[in-house]
């Protein structure tokens, strides 16, 4: 029996609902937050009631300056945050909208799909 035939007998079609842009746009901003590092710098950095120098951040952290620095642009390369040169400091930001994208698929109401497994044989 073909494939498709088994799948059509057995199996509710499912379909992406993320095309290669979105893909690609939460796979880098996912990835930035995927290090336990990047994402504590996020935590300090969103808490803060105005952007934060990069000066403050090295103290609250056991790596030296130049992974910081590595952190940090993993992190303003993703979208999430936003850096502001100052003289001779940069200050750090929650990007507008850095993470909208994200949370709001991550908490986008599952289909159908959610209690299909229960009814599986």
Request: neutral net charge.
């Amino acid at each position: 029996m073909p494939a498709a035939a088994v799948a059509a007998d057995c199996c509710i079609p499912v379909v992406p609902t993320l095309d290669d842009d979105a893909t690609g746009r939460l796979a880098r901003i996912a990835k930035a937050l995927g290090d336990p590092t990047r994402l504590r710098i996020v935590d300090v950095v969103r808490a803060a009631d105005e952007p934060v120098c990069q000066c403050e951040l090295l103290p609250l952290f056991a790596i030296s300056q130049p992974a910081l620095s590595k952190h940090l642009k993993v992190l303003v390369q993703a979208g999430v945050l936003d850096a502001r040169r100052s003289g001779t400091w940069t200050y750090y930001s929650p990007a507008p909208g850095g993470l909208q994208e994200l949370t709001g698929w991550l908490a986008a109401a599952p289909g159908p799909a959610q209690g299909r497994a229960a009814s599986r044989p």
